[in-house]
C-alpha cells in the first residue's frame, strides 16, 4: 500500500521495528567508534561514523522515501551535496546548467568547473530548443532547478528529462524550494534529485545540511557515496537526529509556506510600487501552465522587482519590522533581502529585485508589514 507523505514523514524518521517498551523515537548515536567483532568484522557492521552511522542511515532513508527514490546520501551542507554530483561527471565533459541558478551553484562552477576539466554552459533551460541545441558530443549532465533562484523561471522537467535520456545525459535536478511536497523530480523523468536540507526540509533555520537521492542507476550512487564517505563532507549524529525530527511536520509547514506564499503574491501583485512579481502560481507568470502540470503547489518563494533603484530596493528591505533581512530561505520565519548585495557585482541579479521567503506567521501581519516597507 502506498503510503502519503505526511505518514512518510512521521514514520519513515523513526525506528522502523520496535520491542517492548523501547523509545518510538532513535535516540542520538554519538561514538564515533564501534567495536568490532571477536570473530573480525563484517562488511555492513557498523565501523566509523564518517562511513555511516544510525542517525544518518534513518535521515537518508526517509529522505529517500519522500522523494520516491531508490537511494539517498546525505551531505553536511546542500552545496556539498551539489558538488557531490558534479564530481561524478568524468573529466572533459560538458555539462548544461540554467542561465538563472542559485548562485553557490554558479559560484562552485566558477571556482572548480575548470580544475575539474569540466566545460560548462549557462543556458535558458526554459527553452526546449535551446535545450536540445546545446547538447554536445560529450555533454553528460543536464542541471535543472525550477522554479529557479532567484527568478523563479520554470523549466518543463518532463521535456528536459527526455531531452537527456535520449543522448544518455544524466538529468540532475535541485528541489530544494519545491520540495517533494510541491514536486517529484524522479516521477517526472530525472534521475537525480539535489536538496539543501538547511531550508524547508529543516525549516527552522537552525540545521545545515544537504542530500543527494537517485532512482536506478546504481553505478552514479556509488559515486555519489563515494565523494559522501572518502571526502567526508557529511552530517553530525546531532544534525541527522534534529533533522529527521524536522522532517516529520515538514508537510504541514508546507501547507502554509503554500497558502500564504500565494496570498503574498497576489498582494504583492496589485501593488504600485512593484514593477514585476516572480511566482509561478501567478496565471501571468510565463511558466505558469508547466508548473500548474509538474507541481502540487507553488510554495513559498517569491521574487519581486521594486518600481526604482537597488538603494530604493535595500531601502525597502529595511523598513520592514517583522520581516528579517538575511540570507536563506524556508524557515518558519519570514525573511527577504536586496538578493544582488548577498551575491555580489559579478551576479547576474537585477539590481533592483528582492527574494522573499514568506514564512508561517499569519499572511495578514505578513502583508500589513510588505505594506509598511513599501510605504
Request: aromatic share 6%; charged share 25%.
Amino acid at each position: 500500500m502506498k503510503k502519503h507523505i505526511e505518514t512518510i514523514a512521521i514514520h519513515g524518521s523513526m525506528k522502523e521495528q520496535v520491542g517492548e517498551n523501547e523509545p518510538i523515537v532513535p535516540g542520538i548515536e554519538m561514538s564515533t567508534i564501534y567495536e568490532h567483532r571477536k570473530s573480525g568484522r563484517k562488511d555492513d557492521d557498523w565501523k566509523y561514523t564518517r562511513h555511516s552511522n544510525p542517525n544518518r542511515v534513518q535521515l537518508e532513508n526517509v529522505i529517500r522515501d519522500l522523494e520516491g527514490g531508490d537511494h539517498c546520501a546525505a551531505f553536511s551542507s546542500g552545496i556539498a551535496a551539489i558538488s557531490s554530483v558534479f564530481q561524478t561527471i568524468a573529466s572533459g565533459a560538458h555539462v548544461l546548467v540554467p542561465e538563472d541558478v542559485y548562485f553557490g551553484t554558479r559560484k562552485l562552477i566558477w571556482e572548480f568547473a575548470e580544475r575539474w576539466n569540466l566545460e560548462v554552459d549557462f543556458i535558458d533551460m526554459t527553452d526546449l530548443n535551446t535545450v536540445s541545441s546545446s547538447l554536445k558530443e560529450n555533454t553528460k549532465l543536464v542541471w535543472m532547478e525550477t522554479p529557479s533562484n532567484p527568478r523563479l523561471l520554470i523549466t518543463d522537467v518532463v521535456e528536459v528529462s527526455k531531452i537527456a535520456k535520449n543522448h544518455g545525459v544524466i538529468a540532475a535536478i535541485d528541489n530544494t524550494w519545491p520540495t517533494p511536497f510541491n514536486m517529484r523530480p524522479l516521477e517526472l523523468g530525472a534521475d537525480v534529485v539535489i536538496h539543501s536540507t538547511t531550508k524547508y526540509l529543516g525549516g527552522h533555520s537552525d540545521i545545515l545540511g544537504g542530500a543527494v537521492i537517485t532512482k536506478g542507476n546504481e553505478e552514479l550512487f556509488e559515486q555519489i557515496r563515494k565523494v559522501q564517505v572518502v571526502q567526508g563532507a557529511v552530517p553530525s549524529p546531532q544534525d541527522c537526529w534534529l533533522l529527521s525530527r524536522s522532517i516529520r511536520s515538514f508537510p504541514y509547514r508546507m501547507r502554509a509556506h503554500n497558502e500564504n506564499g500565494r496570498k503574498v503574491a497576489d498582494f504583492l501583485n496589485d501593488h504600485p510600487k512593484v514593477e514585476k512579481v516572480f511566482y509561478p502560481g501567478l496565471s501571468s507568470h510565463p511558466g505558469h501552465e508547466i508548473a500548474k502540470a509538474q507541481m502540487d503547489d507553488f510554495g513559498g518563494m517569491i521574487s519581486f522587482l521594486i518600481d526604482g533603484t537597488a538603494e530604493d530596493a535595500i531601502k525597502v528591505v529595511g523598513g520592514a519590522k517583522m520581516i528579517k533581512a538575511a540570507t536563506s530561505l524556508g524557515g518558519i520565519e519570514s525573511i527577504w533581502e536586496h538578493r544582488k548585495s548577498s551575491e555580489g557585482e559579478e551576479s547576474p541579479t537585477p539590481d533592483n529585485l528582492i527574494r522573499l521567503s514568506v514564512g508561517l506567521e499569519h499572511p495578514d501581519d505578513i502583508i500589513s508589514d510588505l505594506e509598511l516597507a513599501l510605504s
